[in-house]
């Protein structure tokens, strides 16, 4: 296993069209500590964070206030889930005392008073009409700087590139390693079993690649843009790893069943329908597609890249998942290495 290389490849898709890019920013709390800081917008203090008004919002991006208003009517549900709120009631009463207390040149605090509601948006919120708005020349430069932000962040984080972040996370080196003997029983059964040369373990093992996630390796190491020498499987995700293994041990088990069963060696055509029936059984589909969705999703938001079979498993990445490759619980894989030097002894015994 290799530590972190490689820049991510930038992310390309438009953000005004693609709901999933503008959900991975959005969930990143990374990366938006830092545009936070570069955009420095002075909000409302109301019920523990900062907001700003509608109009707020129109003067920022210098559009008017209809303008913002049909990007609110159009994209209702997804701006009130990153933080937009029409306040009104016991709220509203509490918000125009704040604005009282704290308003600034570009609140009209007498129109404020006769207002029986108020739209606010959080920083996540007003982030998200920055994305949306395409008529303004201030929201274009900030999606671009956002974007430049997003991958600087992401690679800092994950000690200078993506390549591996899959190794920052806590569950990987054990999984890795635990599943070493599963590999040895599929390449034990391969040598014993299959009537083929040498050329049948890289072949099998791409035909294992194939039907978890819909590509084979070359095209996979291509897109992840990993180097001669590298192993493609230590750039897989924990719960890829494991459904690979998986595949690798019941197929182990299939080999030696039907070549004890046909008193001799499988040929080639023999063990291609053995696993095209292995992966078709009843069981596999839902843990294939966790895996796939998995993948999808995390390579596009932490590496910048799609895989075109999988580009209808993309979700975006819930927060918990940045955390998890990006935050203070994960770590360079030399630092985890050191600190499972047990587990790898227990595993090595057994």
């Avoid at 972190?4 to 959005?26: A, C, E, F, Y």
């Avoid at 992840?224 to 590298?230: H, S, T, Y």
């Amino acid at each position: 296993m290799r530590g972190p290389t490689g820049k991510t490849v930038p992310m390309t898709q438009d953000l005004t069209t693609s709901s999933v890019q503008r959900q991975n920013i959005l969930n990143n709390p990374f990366a938006l500590a830092e545009i936070e800081k570069a955009i420095g917008i002075r909000g409302i203090e109301f019920e523990g964070k900062k907001v700003v008004l509608l109009d707020q919002v129109a003067f920022f991006f210098r559009v008017d206030r209809r303008t913002i208003e049909r990007i609110v009517n159009a994209n209702k549900d997804e701006l009130t889930k990153n933080g937009y709120a029409v306040v009104r009631g016991n709220e509203l009463i509490l918000l125009k005392k704040a604005i009282s207390d704290n308003h600034g040149t570009d609140i009209n605090v007498g129109t404020i008073a006769r207002a029986s509601v108020l739209s606010v948006f959080d920083f996540k919120a007003l982030i998200n009409i920055a994305m949306l708005l395409s008529e303004s020349d201030r929201a274009r430069t900030l999606r671009k700087a956002m974007l430049d932000i997003v991958m600087d962040v992401i690679n800092v984080r994950a000690g200078g590139g993506t390549k591996y972040v899959n190794q920052r996370d806590e569950e990987f080196i054990e999984r890795a390693f635990a599943g070493e003997g599963y590999r040895k029983e599929f390449t034990t059964a391969l040598d014993k079993f299959v009537e083929m040369g040498k050329s049948k373990y890289p072949i099998y093992t791409d035909k294992i690649y194939q039907a978890i996630f819909l590509e084979n390796a070359r095209t996979y190491r291509r897109i992840i843009k990993l180097e001669q020498g590298d192993s493609t499987r230590d750039s897989f995700y924990a719960e890829i790893l494991s459904l690979v293994f998986s595949f690798e041990c019941g197929i182990a088990k299939e080999l030696e069943a039907e070549s004890t069963k046909a008193g001799r060696k499988l040929d080639p055509w023999e063990v291609d329908q053995l696993i095209e029936d292995f992966a078709s059984r009843s069981h596999w589909p839902p843990l294939m597609e966790h895996a796939r969705r998995k993948m999808a999703s995390r390579d596009l938001a932490l590496r910048g890249v799609t895989h075109s079979p999988l580009e209808g498993y993309i979700l975006p990445l819930p927060r918990e998942e940045f955390e998890r490759f990006l935050g203070n619980k994960s770590k360079e894989l030399t630092k985890r290495l050191e600190e499972a030097k047990d587990v790898m002894k227990r595993l090595k015994n057994r």
